[in-house]
């Protein structure tokens, strides 16, 4: 199974979901389920942000290989799931990726999650905050 999360630029809160939805699934044991982000505005290669960065070492959770990448309907061929940071995502997944409109869904069902950049680091632990049961529930829901 394999999951992609999509934000604006892939360097704050689609990072920081793949990086923790990864790590969690491999504490629930469930390595079969790969997990992997993009942008809609990306630029391929970029760095993680440095505050989303310092959000996931205060977890443990090492950043510092994760290089961004821009979404395209080839990437999205390759999941099984999108999951999209904003109604705005979504929207623009379907118009990028026709094809994937079924496989893909919001993270948060009722709400979009807010975008931190350009905030201190409280402010990306806080939407972290926001993301991490859903991103958990999501975890494990799969069953492969």
Request: hydrophobic share 40%; aromatic share 8%; with cysteine.
């Amino acid at each position: 199974m394999k999951v992609l999360f999509v934000c604006t630029g892939n360097s704050c809160r689609s990072p920081m979901a793949e990086l923790y939805f990864d790590h969690y699934c491999k504490q629930l044991g469930k390595n079969n389920i790969d997990s992997g982000s993009a942008g809609i505005y990306a630029c391929d290669g970029s760095p993680i942000s440095i505050p989303a960065e310092a959000v996931m070492r205060q977890l443990g959770i090492d950043g510092g290989k994760f290089r961004s990448r821009r979404f395209t309907a080839q990437l999205a061929a390759e999941f099984d799931l999108i999951i999209a940071m904003t109604r705005g995502h979504l929207e623009a997944i379907k118009a990028i990726a026709p094809s994937a409109g079924d496989k893909c869904r919001l993270l948060l069902d009722s709400q979009d999650v807010p975008d931190p950049f350009g905030g201190s680091v409280k402010d990306y632990l806080q939407v972290f905050n926001t993301m991490k049961l859903s991103l958990e529930k999501l975890g494990e829901s799969i069953n492969v």
